[in-house]
């Protein structure tokens, strides 16, 4: 193994790590299908949802006519389940979509001022 910054272990290690935090009304949402996850940015302007953001089905088609990788006429033509794959393909998830590539968590907690938060996230291994 290579040091490549001094005083910091670092391996050629696969695994991956992500932690969401957000309203258990928005958790609420996407695991009920009503909105998707912009999971990760692939081929689009970030600026039209932000990563970690959700949105509807609506708006993340929406978003995919800003990507030059898209043809939307397909788009606006394919049935559900090709739809969300592709949209899939473009970084938007379904609640439903987790834990298929890597082992997934979650917990909820009430702030101070009694809000209702939930963190979750997904880890582990690409094979």
Request: hydrophobic share 30%; glycine share 8%; charged share 35%.
């Amino acid at each position: 193994m290579r040091t490549i910054r001094r005083g910091v272990f670092e391996t050629n290690s696969s695994s991956t790590h992500s932690l969401t935090m957000c309203m258990k009304s928005d958790f609420d949402r996407w695991v009920s299908g009503e909105v998707l996850l912009m999971d990760e940015v692939r081929g689009m302007n970030e600026e039209y949802i932000p990563q970690g953001q959700f949105c509807t089905k609506k708006e993340a088609i929406e978003c995919c006519k800003h990507s030059r990788y898209v043809d939307l006429d397909r788009l606006n033509s394919i049935d559900d389940g090709r739809l969300y794959k592709e949209l899939r393909e473009h970084g938007f998830k379904r609640f439903e979509d987790v834990g298929s590539d890597l082992e997934y968590f979650d917990g909820c907690f009430t702030t101070p001022s009694g809000e209702k938060v939930v963190a979750f996230g997904e880890f582990g291994d690409y094979d």
